[in-house]
Structures are given as structure tokens and as C-alpha cells.
């Protein structure tokens, strides 16, 4: 039987995914699909049913996954990633979602667990001798016919007098950071920036806990940052109804963002965790057309560059990708580009010279990626259950 | 007295004096008094700080949590290994709350410092430590958080042979002022400890 506690908007290609594989196995299992949301301590959903108000939170569906596991096989697909709110790796050793499973599956230690999940690099937190790992596609592979339907954005103005796109809408500690560092080095002139929660972080170090050499640098930084006006100014509503549609902010939104910019650090939703979930962000660029530099966990440039993305090596300085250290990584990702994201002229020279590979890129974005995805996750899905 | 254990509920962070001076007189009040060998951490609405190595909650995974730990135990904590958070109050989401950190990071070697959020929690370790016998209640606030949370006074109430103390220059509350002297059926013990008389 497959149980779907709940699935998060936009998600059809995982889940069918998912729904597929798991149909092939004839031996006894329990096939479980869940937003791995609803694990996070910060989850609660309120409904009205009968005319009752009824508030579901983490500890309910902690407790429905865990009745579901009665066969010898169990194949769990948690989809997002696990890590409510920031991670701080000086405080902690492992995101505490998966810390949640990897308990869950040491309990249940006599069953063998298949878990399909959104994150490269799982295993760098949750090895057992019971769990086989499936990385089987981000939130980047979410409102797949929507994105597919986009016009990327090739109609640069090259009228702009900016470089760079810095979008950072949810508040995390390592796009605070970055604010901090873009103002400190007098970078805010050269690009489109926006920040929805400049107001709610009053003291830098207050609110991330990093551990820094560079703690000064960072937090002159933010006081200037705090000082100014951003150049965009962004809004909560961004969706219709509610539903996460980001082809559709990507349209009415951020096109005309990407129209004036060449560049974009890419702030996504992981940073601190060695396992990374890529996202709409990064999809984004890609159909915003510009050269990324990708703020993620290390190693996720070298990802990419391994599934058959053009990461313009030759343009942009990537070397950033492989440091551990998170303030230094961010710091020599912005610091080893300055003359990308500050010379403009030559920045669009190099745009207009390399066009077709964005078109490229977005080509791959369509079709490929998800290819690379699925094949993937048969790949690894078959190795498993024919070891069995 | 007695062994007993002093639960800290919602010691959070905060600019206003009243907390700043209990929190320390909290912490005095342990160092000073032998017959607490255990403090509880009961912290909510502090998630990020649940799954970090910090002794509090070091300790909860390791009694909770490990190999020894019988397997209900373990499977309770599965369900409820993290009290949920309440990020909203009347439709308006709440900021986090952080554990004031001359709590957070206090260690005393002579007592033994775990978190707990659950009355379960409490149960077990209190089948494992049967000399414990007197729990006291601190922190704020008074009227709300030390009353209603799941290791509060109400729940507290519901556990057999324990005696329920506070010490009234280690607890606050911010929301309405604290009616010193308590009221019955607190009852002044020696000072300013007070004890809840179960029997009226």
C-alpha cells in the first residue's frame, strides 16, 4: 500500500518518480511519501473540518510515519530538504530532520529502508547498515511543464547600469552574511539586490552564531548595509493563492530583473549543510540567463558541471566551490569575481559572446536534467532491490 | 532536604531586567543549593538549539537516545524528540526564542544538567532517580509558560509522590505582576522556597 501524508505544491516529477520504482517491487513493503517539512519542529498547519479548527504539527506526522512501518522493506520518499530554518555546523553535527530518520531507521534496525530524498550528499549525515540513499531530484525539478513553457531571457538591456542580481528573500544566515560582504566591498552600486528581512536581523553575529577570523569585516559590512536603501524592493505576495507557482514569479517578476542583469549570485536555500538541495534558484538563473555563481554547499558548481551543466568555468571563478569554511567560501566567491561583477561593459561583452551557451544550459534545464534524475534514481533503485 | 531536581522553564532571552535578575538568581540558587542534583532545561519555542551538542541536549539524546535506552522509551522519542514550536499567536508569526545564554551555557559538574519538554520525559527519569523527591519549579512565566507548558505546574500536578517548591526570587512574570507572597496553596517553606500543599 502507499501512504501520502502530504505533498508539497509543485512537486509532480519526484512524486511520479517515486510512485513508479516503488510500484515495480513485489516483495512486502510500505511505500511512504512525505513533505519533509511537516518533520520540522517549526511545522503547524491548522484546517477547518466540521466546523472544528484542527492543528496538525511536526510531532503528528512524526507519529503517522512511524505507525506506517510494519513490512521488512520500507520505501520512504521525503521530499525538500532537512533543515528547518539555518544549520550552524559549529553548533551542530547533523540537520536535525535527518537526525529525526537517521534515530528512526537505528530503531526500526531489523527492517531495510529505502529513502528517496531531494538532497545530494545524505550520506555525508546518515550511513546505516539498514538504509540505502536515493537522491532522486530538488525542488529544481518542481512545476517541470511550467518552467518548460518559460522564454528564457535573452533580451538583455545592455543599457543597464548593473551587473549583478542578489535576490534573498527568505531570511538564512548565509544571505545575511552576504549582504554584509557585497556592502563591505562597495559592490550594492553594481547590482540589483533585495533583502525582505533587513528589517527583522538587528545584530549580524547576533543571529547567525558563525565563527569567523573575518567577524569585523562582515559586521562593518552589515551596518552599511542596514544604512541603505535596497534597489529592489520586494513584496510578500508573491504567488497566486498561495501556491508556490515560481514559473509563475519567474515570469511576471523576476524576467524583468534578469533583463538588466548578467550575473547572478545564487543564494540557495542550503549553505551550511554538506547535503544540498538545488532549487528553483538555481533553475532560475539558468532561465534568467546569467553567469552564475552558485552559494551553496561545497561542491554543488562541481555537481552540476558533472551532470552536463555549462558552469562558464572559462568566465567565472569557481574555485570557491570546493572550500569548506563558509564565510571563506562565500568570501572568495565574491572576491575572486570582483572584475565579473564590477566591470560592465565587459561583462556584457562576454554575455553577448557566449549567448548560445545559456540557450544551451536551458535546453538541458528542460529535458536532460530530469533524464539525469530518473535514470539515476532507476539506476541506484534497481542495484537495490536486486541486492535484496 | 530531600534530593530534588529544579525544572528551568522558558529562561529566554530578554532585555528586560526582571528576567536578566532572575536568571541569575536562578542560577545562583543551584550552585548554592546541594540538594539539587539535577537541573531540567525546558526550553520552548528554542528549536535551533535542540539538536546542537550543548550539554543540555547532549545528555537528553543520550538518556533518550541510545542503545541502552529502553525501546518504548526510544519510540516515544521518535514522536516527540522535539516539542513543536508555536510560531503563531493570533495569526501573526512568532520569532524564535533563544535560551538566555548564561543558561545555555552553564555547567556545574556536581549536578547532573539534562532538556526535557515532555512529561514523559520527566516520568522516566524520575523511575530512574526514586530518591528524587521534591521538583522545583522556576522560570517564567509564572501565570503562563511555568503553569500550562507540558513539564509546567498543571502537569505536574498529575505525577504521584513528588513535591512541587519554587523559589519566588527565581521565577517572573512579565504578562501580569507576580502576587508576592504566593497565594494558597503555596505556602512558605524557609527562604523564600515555597511548597504546594496537595492536601487542602
Given at each position: 500500500?502507499?501512504?501520502?501524508?502530504?505533498?508539497?505544491?509543485?512537486?509532480?516529477?519526484?512524486?511520479?518518480?517515486?510512485?513508479?520504482?516503488?510500484?515495480?517491487?513485489?516483495?512486502p513493503h510500505d511505500a511512504i511519501y512525505i513533505w519533509a517539512t511537516t518533520l520540522g519542529p517549526e511545522y503547524t498547519y491548522s484546517s477547518i473540518q466540521d466546523g472544528k479548527t484542527i492543528i496538525e504539527n511536526s510531532a503528528d506526522f512524526r507519529k503517522m510515519l512511524i505507525d506506517a512501518i510494519h513490512e521488512p522493506t520500507i520505501l520512504i520518499g521525503i521530499k525538500d530538504h532537512l533543515t528547518p530554518g539555518d544549520f550552524n555546523p559549529w553548533q551542530c553535527s547533523i540537520p536535525i530532520i535527518a537526525q529525526n530518520l537517521k534515530n528512526l531507521i537505528e530503531y526500526f534496525h531489523s527492517k531495510n529502508f529505502v529513502l528517496f530524498?531531494?538532497?545530494?550528499?545524505?550520506?555525508?549525515?546518515?550511513?546505516?547498515?539498514?538504509?540505502?540513499?536515493?537522491?532522486?531530484?530538488?525542488?529544481?525539478?518542481?512545476?517541470?511543464?511550467?518552467?518548460?513553457?518559460?522564454?528564457?531571457?535573452?533580451?538583455?538591456?545592455?543599457?543597464?547600469?548593473?551587473?549583478?542580481?542578489?535576490?534573498?528573500?527568505?531570511?538564512?544566515?548565509?544571505?545575511?552574511?552576504?549582504?554584509?560582504?557585497?556592502?563591505?566591498?562597495?559592490?550594492?552600486?553594481?547590482?540589483l539586490i533585495s533583502c525582505m528581512f533587513k528589517d527583522q536581523v538587528l545584530d549580524l553575529f547576533e543571529y547567525t552564531q558563525w565563527k569567523t577570523k573575518k567577524q569585523q569585516m562582515f559586521e562593518e559590512?552589515?551596518?552599511?548595509?542596514?544604512?541603505?536603501?535596497?534597489?529592489?524592493?520586494?513584496?510578500?505576495?508573491?504567488?497566486?493563492?498561495?501556491?508556490?507557482?515560481?514559473?509563475?514569479?519567474f515570469k511576471n517578476k523576476l524576467t524583468t530583473y534578469y533583463q538588466t542583469t548578467f550575473v547572478e549570485?545564487?543564494?540557495?536555500?542550503?549553505?551550511?549543510?554538506?547535503?544540498?538541495?538545488?532549487?528553483?534558484?538555481?533553475?532560475?538563473?539558468?532561465?534568467?540567463?546569467?553567469?552564475?555563481?552558485?552559494?551553496?554547499?561545497?561542491?554543488?558548481?562541481?555537481?552540476?558541471?558533472?551532470?552536463?551543466?555549462?558552469?562558464?568555468?572559462?568566465?567565472?571563478?569557481?574555485?570557491?566551490?570546493?572550500?569548506?569554511?563558509?564565510?571563506?567560501?562565500?568570501?572568495?566567491?565574491?572576491t575572486d569575481n570582483i572584475e565579473l561583477l564590477t566591470n560592465i561593459q565587459q561583462t556584457k561583452n562576454l554575455w553577448k559572446g557566449n549567448e548560445q551557451r545559456f540557450i544551451k544550459n536551458v535546453n538541458f534545464a528542460r529535458t536532460r536534467l530530469f533524464e539525469f534524475y530518473s535514470n539515476r534514481a532507476k539506476s541506484i533503485f534497481d542495484k537495490v532491490t536486486n541486492d535484496e | 532536604m530531600d534530593d530534588s531536581?529544579?525544572?528551568?522553564?522558558?529562561?529566554?532571552?530578554?532585555?528586560?531586567?526582571?528576567?536578566?535578575?532572575?536568571?541569575?538568581?536562578?542560577?545562583?540558587?543551584?550552585?548554592?543549593?546541594?540538594?539539587?542534583?539535577?537541573?531540567?532545561?525546558?526550553?520552548?519555542?528554542?528549536?535551533?538549539e535542540y539538536n546542537t551538542d550543548i550539554v543540555w541536549y547532549k545528555n537528553h539524546a543520550e538518556l533518550f537516545n541510545s542503545h541502552n535506552t529502553p525501546r518504548k522509551i526510544q519510540h516515544l522519542n521518535l514522536v516527540y524528540s522535539h516539542h513543536p514550536t508555536t510560531p503563531f499567536f493570533l495569526g501573526k508569526r512568532l520569532p524564535l526564542n533563544k535560551t538566555e545564554s548564561?543558561?545555555?551555557?552553564?555547567?556545574?559538574?556536581?549536578?547532573?544538567?539534562?532538556?526535557?519538554?515532555?512529561t514523559w520525559e520527566l516520568e522516566y527519569y524520575l523511575t530512574l532517580n526514586p530518591n528524587i523527591k521534591n521538583v522545583f519549579l522556576l522560570g517564567g512565566s509564572w501565570s503562563a509558560c511555568v503553569t500550562d507548558r507540558p513539564l509546567g505546574l498543571l502537569t505536574l500536578l498529575e505525577i504521584e509522590n513528588i513535591n512541587i517548591l519554587t523559589q519566588i526570587l527565581c521565577i517572573s512574570d512579565l504578562t501580569k505582576s507576580l502576587q508576592l507572597p504566593l497565594q494558597e496553596p503555596w505556602k512558605l517553606k524557609h527562604n523564600n522556597i515555597y511548597y504546594y500543599e496537595t492536601n487542602i
Open positions: 500500500m502507499k501512504l501520502i501524508f502530504k505533498r508539497p505544491p509543485g512537486d509532480n516529477f519526484s512524486f511520479r518518480l517515486w510512485f513508479s520504482l516503488t510500484s515495480q517491487i513485489q516483495t530524498t531531494s538532497l545530494e550528499n545524505l550520506e555525508s549525515y546518515i550511513q546505516l547498515p539498514n538504509l540505502s540513499i536515493i537522491p532522486w531530484g530538488g525542488d529544481i525539478t518542481n512545476h517541470q511543464k511550467e518552467y518548460a513553457q518559460l522564454i528564457p531571457v535573452i533580451d538583455k538591456n545592455f543599457n543597464s547600469q548593473t551587473t549583478f542580481l542578489s535576490l534573498n528573500r527568505h531570511q538564512r544566515t548565509h544571505r545575511a552574511m552576504l549582504l554584509a560582504l557585497l556592502y563591505k566591498l562597495n559592490l550594492q552600486n553594481f547590482g559590512g552589515f551596518t552599511q548595509f542596514k544604512d541603505q536603501q535596497l534597489s529592489i524592493a520586494d513584496e510578500y505576495e508573491i504567488y497566486i493563492g498561495g501556491n508556490n507557482d515560481n514559473a509563475y514569479n549570485i545564487i543564494t540557495e536555500t542550503s549553505y551550511t549543510e554538506s547535503c544540498f538541495n538545488l532549487t528553483e534558484k538555481t533553475l532560475n538563473s539558468i532561465y534568467g540567463c546569467c553567469f552564475p555563481i552558485l552559494l551553496c554547499s561545497t561542491g554543488t558548481v562541481a555537481f552540476l558541471r558533472d551532470i552536463g551543466m555549462d558552469m562558464f568555468d572559462d568566465i567565472v571563478d569557481h574555485s570557491y566551490d570546493q572550500i569548506a569554511d563558509p564565510t571563506e567560501r562565500m568570501y572568495r566567491a565574491i | 531536581i529544579a525544572i528551568l522553564i522558558d529562561c529566554w532571552e530578554s532585555t528586560a531586567v526582571e528576567n536578566k535578575q532572575r536568571n541569575a538568581n536562578i542560577l545562583d540558587f543551584i550552585n548554592q543549593s546541594s540538594f539539587i542534583k539535577t537541573v531540567v532545561l525546558a526550553s520552548y519555542h528554542t528549536y535551533p548564561s543558561i545555555l551555557n552553564f555547567v556545574n559538574s556536581k549536578k547532573f544538567q539534562i532538556a526535557m519538554h515532555w
